[in-house]
């Protein structure tokens, strides 16, 4: 008998696997099967068992995390593994209302109600915000000196919804399907009415685990459903409280714009609470922040396993970044240590430094959820969280490149901008992130690589840091590049000083040390003619790369910058920058030695461009060079 081949998956090579297997049977041996009606059987044989083997081959990548593409696969298997990818998550903002009644309002309090409308405006869109919950305020004093009341006010973006559903004998345990997309899951309420006749309600609280879940608990849980919505589920008198045969289920939500409504100052209400004629004032204490998409399926695919790993349990550094990032979609990067590898250590204490996607920003409310609903429950009793803001450090970079004129067709303007691609996908795709390192050797390779007529390349590297300043105040300033620096290369950009009742535009540079080893030291000089006006400063330690401003008061800065910009060199001709390294500090009056943390330094481009007013210089300069041999 002839042997069977079963492993092709293209039509033709199974069509010709069957006329070969027909060809060696006697009955068939001088059929025309490209011209007999045979042909068209075998297409069709062909064809079916084309279908079926894609169809199989389509079920058994879905079935998989790491293959399968359909989002309700991925959200599936993640369902399995404990997981529940982050759904949409609305902008909030927190305000001040202050409302001051008409002359004929007798009342001593008064509620902000959680459906409370106020609108927000962008120069395109109107966006509709919503009190967190009810707000109570009694009669108080007013900034205007007048009585009335005053409402400290977290506001949620997005369109408040309500649906009903009636339990019945299938559905005691769920689940209703919530027939709305992009809802921020944050903001799902649960009540539960006992029957048509008995309006008696009960509010319901979610729980995301199962740990503090008994029979009686109840409790809702939230999974994502098949068709991309989120569906509310009961417990089954095991796992949780299940419902009652005629209980109505009402659910309350927010829809959301997503981060569309991020960084919206402007806050405005309609209604009126005490009467005609009474006055209402807002005073924003933070603008709409915290926005952002569902969590996507590649992030979903990559978290799902990590978070199954953590066992609902923050010991390892692992579990704490699966754990946090599980419940923040705007999370760029996250970098998590123990106080226990800090030089000197810290105890005790694991520090966690959060970089937010762009146009996101981290808020202290944010990190109050992280410590006190994710990370206590789950860690060592003795372990304090602490929050590490991320600081970046820009580099800049000075790129020549040679190439040889005579293979290609390229002008040098093309190649510099083949190369300002390059090397922006380079940080875009390495850096850019926390613990993520700068290689000059894997710079300059991409750079080689631009084209092949690229033949040598060279790379000048600077980095600076944006320090905020506090105008008119004398203070001191420490800046930490957590690299060794090129002495003679500090300098910063220019700024007004007052010296003995005089005012001079300075800038600070550092002199050689005398001796190897020495501290280098800061010098005051005008920027007109370079001349020395105060010859100490401060100070630069070259190896730890802790640049030191003693008490210098900064009356304004020039141009338009906001912050003061510390520019150095790296040491040597081919330096590489570090993220990971963890240096400590020493008080001079005490010599008490303090840790601080590096790990949550973020690498960028220096994208700005050159402004010879602050003494800011041109972020990335490519100069491509044509040589006729190399």
Do not use: C
Not at 462 to 467: A, S, V
């Amino acid at each position: 008998m002839t042997q069977l081949n079963v492993a092709e998956l293209d039509f033709d090579a199974i069509k010709q696997n069957l006329k070969t297997y027909l060809q060696s049977q006697e009955e068939f041996q001088d059929y025309n099967f490209d011209g007999s009606a045979l042909s068209m059987l075998i297409d069709i044989l062909a064809y079916n068992t084309h279908y079926n083997a894609t169809l199989a081959h389509l079920q058994a990548n879905e079935m998989f995390i790491d293959s399968a593409v359909k989002r309700n696969s991925v959200a599936s298997i993640a369902k399995t593994l404990g997981y529940t990818g982050a759904s949409r998550r609305s902008a909030r903002a927190n305000i001040t209302l202050q409302i001051d009644p008409p002359s004929g309002y007798t009342g001593t309090s008064l509620t902000l109600t959680r459906d409370t409308p106020f609108t927000a405006k962008t120069v395109k869109n109107t966006y509709t915000f919503y009190p967190k919950q009810d707000y109570y305020s009694g009669l108080v004093t007013l900034e205007t000196s007048n009585p009335g009341f005053s409402f400290d006010v977290e506001l949620i973006e997005g369109k408040r919804v309500t649906n009903t559903f009636v339990a019945d004998l299938s559905t005691l345990s769920g689940p209703f399907v919530l027939p709305n997309k992009n809802i921020d899951i944050s903001t799902i309420r649960v009540r539960v009415q006992e029957s048509s006749t008995v309006v008696t309600t009960t509010t319901w609280n979610y729980y995301e685990d199962i740990m503090s879940v008994d029979p009686t608990t109840k409790g809702f849980f939230v999974e994502e459903g098949p068709s991309g919505l989120y569906e509310i589920r009961f417990g089954d008198d095991i796992l949780g409280k299940k419902l009652v045969t005629g209980n109505i289920v009402i659910v309350d939500y927010i829809v959301s714009s997503g981060a569309a409504a991020n960084s919206i100052p402007n806050f405005a209400v309609s209604t009126t609470f005490t009467g005609s004629g009474e006055s209402k004032i807002i005073y924003l204490n933070e603008a709409a922040t915290g926005g952002s998409e569902q969590e996507s399926i590649d992030s979903i695919r990559y978290n799902a396993p990590k978070f199954n790993a953590t066992k609902n349990r923050a010991v390892t550094v692992t579990d704490y970044e699966t754990l946090i990032t599980s419940r923040f979609s705007n999370i760029n990067s996250i970098s998590v240590w123990g106080g226990e590898e800090n030089v000197p250590p810290i105890y005790g204490k694991v520090f966690i430094a959060i970089q937010p996607q762009p146009g996101s920003i981290i808020t202290q409310a944010d990190k109050d959820i992280i410590s006190r609903d994710i990370i206590r429950p789950r860690s060592m009793v003795s372990i304090q969280p602490e929050f590490v803001d991320p600081i970046e450090t820009y580099i800049s970079l000075g790129v020549t490149a040679n190439f040889n004129k005579t293979q290609t067709t390229f002008t040098s303007s093309r190649i510099e901008t083949e190369i300002r691609t390059v090397v922006q996908n380079f940080f875009t795709n390495n850096l850019n992130k926390l613990q993520k390192n700068f290689y000059y050797s894997k710079l300059l390779s991409a750079v080689v690589g631009t084209t092949k007529s690229i033949f040598s390349a060279s790379v000048q590297i600077e980095m600076h840091k944006r320090i905020p300043i506090f105008l008119g105040v004398s203070d001191q300033y420490d800046v930490r590049f957590n690299s060794k620096l090129q002495p003679e290369t500090v300098r910063t950009t220019l700024f007004n000083t007052t010296i003995s009742g005089q005012q001079y535009e300075v800038y600070i540079t550092d002199g050689h040390p005398t001796t190897v080893g020495d501290l280098g030291t800061l010098v005051l000089k005008k920027s007109a003619d370079d001349t020395i006006i105060s010859s100490n400063v401060g100070s630069v330690n070259y190896d730890t790369g802790v640049v030191s401003i003693s008490n210098i008061t900064i009356d304004s800065l020039l141009g338009d910058e906001t912050e003061l910009r510390v520019y150095v060199k790296p040491f040597g001709d081919a330096p590489n920058i570090l993220t990971s390294d963890l240096t400590s500090t020493t008080e001079s009056s005490t010599s008490a030695v303090f840790p601080y943390a590096a790990r949550n330094t973020v690498l960028t481009l220096d994208t700005s461009a050159a402004n010879s007013v602050s003494n800011v210089t041109a972020g990335l300069t490519i100069t491509a060079v044509a040589n006729s041999q190399e």
